[in-house]
């Protein structure tokens, strides 16, 4: 049986499945409303497991989020979900509705089910594109060559 990787939107969105799941301190922490910490609550209670991913795991997701430039786009929580689910990677589903982490997590090879949204259709890689000069660049907020701001683009389909 898979291992069920939980983001926080499991617990909003009353996320149920007959498995084992798994998820980080921090997405306990992101459980504010009274709804979704009682969801959190009754997980844990009947047998979910909070686990703080591993510090190599964490540096590999950062790494891989650097490379795709989905690394603006992840929280810290986002990306302590994503090491949990590379720990366990052949034996793992991470759920999530994040586009940001899905496009990472496909591109490790972890298999992602959406929650509540479509899947992600693309691994994508991301640059940027000058609202001035239009030059394309792979990262920054303003243009070193024209000075204006940047804005995110594709920059090519994996």
Not at 6 to 16: L, M, S
Not at 64 to 87: H, Q, V, Y
Request: proline share 4%; with cysteine.
């Amino acid at each position: 049986m898979k291992i069920l990787v939980a983001d926080t939107a499991v617990f909003i969105n009353r996320y149920r499945e007959n498995a084992t799941f798994v998820t980080v301190p921090t997405v306990v922490d992101e459980l504010k409303s009274r709804e979704s910490s009682i969801e959190g609550l009754l997980a844990i209670e009947t047998g979910a497991r909070v686990e703080q991913p591993d510090p190599e795991a964490v540096a590999e997701i950062r790494r891989m989020a650097g490379n795709t430039r989905d690394i603006e786009e992840l929280s810290g929580t986002d990306i302590d979900i994503l090491a949990k689910a590379f720990e366990y990677k052949d034996n793992a589903v991470l759920l999530t509705d994040d586009y940001a982490v899905q496009n990472v997590a496909l591109l490790l090879g972890i298999e992602v089910k959406p929650v509540s949204q479509k899947k992600i259709k693309d691994r994508i890689i991301w640059g940027k594109k000058c609202t001035g000069c239009r030059r394309k660049f792979d990262s920054g907020d303003d243009c070193p060559v024209c000075g204006s701001p940047l804005k995110k683009t594709r920059k090519r389909k994996v």
